[in-house]
């Protein structure tokens, strides 16, 4: 697949999206939607983390597949991890709108283990969205040595936004109520 180049409406709209869903996201802690829902709204929470990991093993499959010179397989592959990122966010907003935060209960160093998880995912998570649009964007303009090099900084961040994402999950879900 190949879009043609312009960089200036890409930056434009890059900039404006990755602005727009840093927003919504940051403003998550300040509302909560009481709806009487059918099931339990936690449910979003362990889609996402489902998301997480099948993106995770997406991005280290698309990486192989790059290595083996398939890139074909590797647009299709990243395509994917784009697309499950990109629901994984409607299911973040939506856990967060209609379950709220939930502090994590335990103590001692499993809670600094959590913290520092927890921070590191936040930080990186907020920052890697502009990163995974431009990676694509030159790969979309055929651009491959820029895509490369940004790929080099993209790819490791958002492995680790995605794995930490579950591992997040896995230590905070006991304390869903």
């Not at 879009?3 to 940051?26: H, M, Q, R």
């Not at 990186?124 to 040595?145: G, H, K, Q, V």
Request: glycine fraction near 4%; charged fraction near 15%.
């Amino acid at each position: 697949m190949q879009i043609k180049k312009n960089d200036k409406a890409a930056k434009i709209i890059i900039w404006i999206l990755s602005i727009v869903v840093f927003g919504v996201v940051v403003s998550l802690d300040r509302m909560k939607m009481e709806f009487n829902l059918s099931f339990d709204p936690h449910i979003f929470a362990t889609i996402n983390a489902i998301i997480n990991g099948t993106v995770s093993v997406l991005l280290i499959a698309g990486m192989v597949a790059i290595k083996n010179k398939k890139r074909k397989l590797h647009e299709r592959i990243m395509l994917t991890a784009m697309i499950l990122s990109a629901l994984f966010l409607v299911s973040y907003i939506c856990h967060h709108l209609f379950a709220g935060s939930t502090p994590f209960g335990g103590t001692g160093i499993i809670k600094l283990v959590y913290l520092i998880l927890l921070a590191t995912h936040i930080l990186l998570a907020a920052i890697i969205l502009p990163f995974i649009l431009f990676t694509a964007y030159r790969a979309l303009t055929t651009e491959y040595p820029k895509h490369k090099k940004l790929a080099k900084i993209t790819w490791p961040i958002w492995l680790y936004v995605s794995i930490t994402g579950v591992v997040v999950y896995l230590l905070i879900s006991p304390y869903y109520t």
